[in-house]
């Protein structure tokens, strides 16, 4: 009978420790929040970008900071490593200007869809630092706005292609299952040929020879909730 109920006891404790760590390590997390990402303008500059539309010095600047939101989903199959869905999208003008008669400005739009591995560190007290490699796909979307005159016929140009990230961050436990993600730091590529979509919106050989993909930074703070 001791030994029966000694036998008891460990069970009781091997499955509330198991139960335990399932709770303190859930398997399943989601992220969201804002990002910004500095973009890459392939080598243009505003004064080329003047010269090929033949505009005025200053009427044109390249713009690099484009805002918008950073979504994920995250499986942990261990403790410290998992796979995690990656989805994001990000807004602005890749040109503006100091001529305030030009209302109607070129603007974009991107939406990419990666997945990848994730590395969780031990966390450090409350902060729970973390890694990733990301690798999937983004659509870009350049609308060249309606000035008379100014670009060419093809007023909007959509182009897909390969994209990738690595990075890391850091998350800050509020309550055992929601966290803030303080900072999130990306290498951010994309496969884009700027050359093929501002020939395809302004014409081609205004501009001058650009690069064929993007080095970005993007940088996204937001709450994880853990499931």
């Known amino acids: 009978m001791t030994r029966f109920a000694a036998a008891a006891l460990a069970l009781m404790i091997f499955f509330a420790s198991s ?3 399932q709770n303190s390590n859930p398997k399943i997390q989601a992220f969201g929040g804002y990002s910004l990402v500095h973009a890459d303008t392939g080598g243009l500059t505003s004064s080329a970008l003047n010269s090929g539309l033949d505009q005025p010095a200053n009427t044109f600047s390249v713009a690099h900071n484009f805002s ?3 979504g994920e989903v995250q499986y942990n199959w261990k403790p410290q490593l998992g796979f ?4 994001a999208g ?3 003008n890749p040109f503006s200007s100091s001529n305030q008669a030009l209302v109607q400005l070129p603007d974009a739009n991107e939406y990419s869809i990666m997945g990848g591995a994730v590395y969780t560190f031990k966390p450090k007290s409350k ?8 690798i999937g796909g983004e659509r870009y979307h350049l609308d060249a706005g309606s000035i008379p005159g100014l670009f060419g016929s093809s007023q909007y140009v959509t182009d897909w292609a390969l994209a990738g990230a690595v990075g890391a961050g850091v998350d800050y436990k509020v309550y055992p299952r929601f966290s803030v993600r ?3 730091f990306d290498y951010y590529y994309t496969g884009h040929d ?9 014409g081609a050989g205004i501009l001058p020879s650009l690069s064929s993909h993007e080095n970005n930074l993007r940088f996204s703070v937001g709450i994880v909730v853990k499931f």
């Open 19 to 21: 139960a335990f760590a």
């Open 90 to 92: 990000h807004y602005g």
């Open 84 to 87: 995690v869905a990656d989805f």
């Open 68 to 70: 918008g939101w950073n």
């Open 127 to 134: 902060f729970t630092p973390f890694a990733h490699a990301l």
């Open 194 to 202: 700027l050359n093929a979509i501002y020939d395809h919106a302004f």
């Open 182 to 184: 303080l900072a999130q």
